[in-house]
């Protein structure tokens, strides 16, 4: 069950991407609008949810603030992701955006004591290695060229990694609801950088239209708030450090709907859509789902 939770979460997150890319490319006028966005959307979400379910008024201090730090970290993984993908190809970002299953491993291992095993950390190491070739955009002269923003995309991938791994921990007192709606609420203060006024004004402007704004209440409004759910509830019921790595699945959805839509009768995205590039996508994504196969079945 928190196998398939985990894909569910994967390809809710790489929906809302493919969302935040079509946004920043078409609508939006920079990450700060997209920033002032969210801090709209996850606050709605935060209080409709502990509104629902009651503020867990049982658990320890230490445990909501264990929380709330968990949506920062999200937060700030999020905000790395969006200039990973202001400046290249979304299937090459979020890919990037996702080695962090080796850091939530070690941690889980060093401090709540989960065990893996060999094969599974062979598999581990596969899916990591499938998301590290897709951010190689080419080969010439000898070198590699690597996709555009890569330090903010590996920013993205260790803070990623790490509310990963502190939303594990307190789900020990929390149940996912209450997990998920205080992580929705702690990434409010990471994106408060993108507070103000000339930011809502952009966001305001960006979506006036029709098409700006149904993407944006459906990728940035809905599937994210759905995927941390879902995130949270395989991490309930499963490994952090195997639900971590299923996570990474998600570039696999971003490639096959941003290729889709880069074809020339949609035009909805600006995919590479070189033979190299998608030979070298699929052999990257093969080991993705090859790993994540491994994972499933041991």
Known sequence: MWIFLAIC????????????KRLLDNYLDGVGALGAGS???RSICAAIV???????TGASLATVLIALLSGVSLGAGLLFLFLGLKLGEASRAVAVSQTNPILVALL???ILGETITPP???AIALVVAG?????????GRGLLKLTPGLTALVGSSITLGLAFFLGKWVLADLNPWEASGLQMMGMVPAFAIFGRPANWRRLWKGLGSGPALTT??????????LAILLFIWSFDLGSVSLASAILATRPLFVFVVGTLLSWRTFGMMQESLRPQALAAKAFAIAMIVGGTTMLAAL
Do not use: D, R, Y
Request: hydrophobic share 65%; no cysteine; glycine share 8%.
């Open 131 to 139: 998301v590290a070739l897709v951010s190689v955009e080419s080969f």
């Open 108 to 110: 889980a291992m060093a």
């Open 50 to 56: 502990l509104l629902a379910v009651g503020w867990p």
């Open 216 to 225: 944006f209440v459906i990728g940035e409004g809905l599937l994210p708030q």
């Open 120 to 122: 599974q950390w062979a």
């Open 39 to 41: 801090i709209l959307t």
């Open 9 to 20: 979460s994967a390809a809710s997150l790489g929906l809302a991407n493919i969302a935040h």
